[in-house]
């Protein structure tokens, strides 16, 4: 049996799917990861761009990163990952899809309950109120303002040195711990907590399933699926 069926019969069998994405997932539709050549962190400081720090001291720099990204993305769509995953979402009675992505590119394909861990750079959050707004606007002035009270707007999304929403943590972290299968695609698995995910699931007893061109999980996946997430996911429906 080749390991892509023995995935696929581990799903069909599973009462609980598991899937944790990052950056990888969205490579093939033309997102930049952030690591790894071509990545957004090789060519931008990170402590410059997506800190709480950074958009104090240079909000205008930070809005204008965000808002290039964003007119990036407005121009991406889902590839075959992400409309696979819309599929298994509807095979399998308990589905949790937990994405670091921001790019909004799980829902555009269909995916109805998505826990955005790391938020979504198509909404906004008022700095003063703590208001969050869907802005998909691409013209937006250089410092948004709230409409309810007309303080800086930022974009909803956890910088480093932030914490994450501790609902979709709970959620998240649930999830890894009731699923009987999980599936880790496309990311560097670098980032806390997110990283700690699959070993979660994995002393819970769950099978983990890698799928990455360069896997970054070693001992802790228990079957690795070397390739493109584009090129694999739709093959475990
Ligand atoms: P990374 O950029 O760190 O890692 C991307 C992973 O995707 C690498 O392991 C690649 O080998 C893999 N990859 C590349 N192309 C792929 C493909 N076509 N199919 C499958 N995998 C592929 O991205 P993340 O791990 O998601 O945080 O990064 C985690 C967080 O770090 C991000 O959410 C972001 C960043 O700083 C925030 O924005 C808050």
């Known amino acids: 049996m080749t390991e892509i069926s023995f995935v696929k019969q581990r799903i069909t069998a599973a009462r609980s799917l598991t899937v944790l994405s990052g950056a990888g997932i969205s490579a093939e539709s033309g997102v930049p990861t952030f690591r790894g050549p071509g990545g957004l962190w090789k060519n931008h400081r990170a402590e410059e761009l997506a800190t709480p720090e950074a958009f104090q001291r240079d909000p205008i720099l930070v809005w204008s990163w965000y808002q290039w990204r964003r007119k990036l993305l407005s121009t991406k769509a889902p590839n075959p990952a992400h409309t696979a995953l819309v599929s298994l979402e509807s095979a399998v009675e308990h589905f949790t899809l937990i994405t670091q992505n921001v790019d909004g590119l799980h829902q555009s394909a269909g995916s109805r309950t998505v826990i955005t861990l790391h938020g979504d750079i198509w909404k906004v959050r008022c700095t003063g109120c703590d208001r969050v707004f869907e802005e998909t606007s691409l013209n937006l002035p250089a410092l948004p303002r709230c409409p309810v009270c007309e303080r800086l707007l930022r974009p909803h999304i956890v910088w480093f040195g932030e914490e994450i929403d501790a609902k979709k943590l709970s959620l998240a972290i649930d999830a890894c711990h009731s699923c009987e299968v999980m599936l880790v695609i496309g990311t560097s698995a670098i980032v806390q907590p997110a990283a700690s995910f699959a070993s979660l699931a994995k002393e819970a007893g769950a099978l ?30």
């Open 208 to 237: 983990i399933v890698e799928i990455n061109p360069n896997p970054a999980l070693h001992d802790c996946a228990d079957v690795s699926l070397t390739g493109t997430a584009a090129e694999i996911v739709p093959q475990l429906l």
